[in-house]
């Protein structure tokens, strides 16, 4: 039996995997930001799970925590996770020491990638798109996940598209994170408020003009991330999940329109057929939980 833990801005999501990659085991509880809290957190989960799988704490296998910053997976460290309120923190070997568990960290996005394609059956080449607070992909080749040699493959929010567009956090110019991700709808739509993903097809729906512009840039810079990884990795699943996939039908019908749109200008990018490729991730789908658990023996 595994534990993933899935540590995200505002909710820790984890399960207990077994051995045959069922779920055993779920929680759910809001973040407490900065290292402490984190630590605390996940020690109260390692117990609620251990209580609802009959076990003692120490009896799992592995932990496996997904989080958003820059992951060290050999020294199991975590650095520049804002969202979390982490600067610098030695997540595995603090939280090891506590439960008696082996614990290992990996970026969410990438244990997302492992997890969706496990929860949704999906074999091959699968390149998993998070459409979040930020951007970015994971890439799972044949049930192995992809990170690259800096743990940093899949980071294509920050592909700069737009040297005339706007300035990105990260000092370029005309990032796609600067158009399609929820930071963006904040940024520049000032109707956004905390959930954009909640707000921004009613605001459409009664005709502000902003949302709509929003909107059409989300799209855009969506269907421009796909048809880069199918240009990229050709995968034969693009799995968007993400926050912002709560847009729903509006969405992803405007996604799939833009892709056919573009693929009626040119037989090339047409032969690659992107639309039939995307699929979306399910609302209550813990895919980074249980990818955390897998990426933990892979
Ligand atoms: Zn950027």
């Not at 573009?262 to 980074?288: E, G, K, N, T």
Request: proline letters at 4%.
């Amino acid at each position: 039996m595994r534990i993933g833990m899935d540590i995200g801005g505002t909710k820790v999501e984890a399960i207990a995997l077994d051995d045959s990659g069922a779920i055993a085991g779920h929680t759910r509880t809001a973040t407490v930001p900065g290292a402490d809290g984190i630590i605390e957190t996940a020690e109260s989960i390692v117990a609620e799970l251990a209580r609802q799988t009959h076990r003692d704490p120490h009896d799992f296998a592995s932990i496996g925590i997904g989080i958003p910053g820059q992951i060290d997976r050999a020294q199991g460290l975590v650095r520049h996770a804002v969202n979390v309120g982490i600067e610098s923190l030695p997540l595995a070997s603090l939280l090891q020491e506590r439960v008696g568990v082996p614990v290992t960290v990996d970026n969410d996005v990438t244990a997302a990638a492992i997890g969706a394609a496990h929860l949704m059956g999906l074999t091959g080449s699968v390149a998993y798109l998070n459409l979040g607070t930020g951007l970015a992909a994971g890439f799972v080749l044949d049930g192995r996940p992809l990170r690259g040699e800096h743990d940093t493959a899949g980071e294509i929010g920050h592909f700069a598209v737009d040297p005339l567009g706007r300035l990105c956090l990260c000092g370029q110019l005309g990032c796609l994170e600067t158009v399609a991700s929820g930071s963006a709808l904040k940024r520049f739509w000032a109707g956004a408020g905390e959930h954009p993903g909640r707000t921004l097809i009613p605001a459409i729906a009664a005709g502000d003009a902003d949302a709509q512009q929003a909107f059409d840039n989300l799209v855009r810079g969506t269907a421009t991330c796909v048809q880069l990884l199918g240009l990229t990795l050709d995968p034969g699943t693009i799995v968007i999940g993400g926050g912002l996939r709560l847009l729903g039908d509006p969405l992803f019908g405007a996604i799939t329109h833009q892709l056919d749109v573009w693929a009626d200008r040119s037989p090339f990018i047409a032969q690659l057929q992107l639309s039939a490729r995307v699929q979306r991730l399910d609302d209550d789908s813990p895919a980074a939980a249980a990818g955390a658990a897998l990426a933990a023996i892979r």
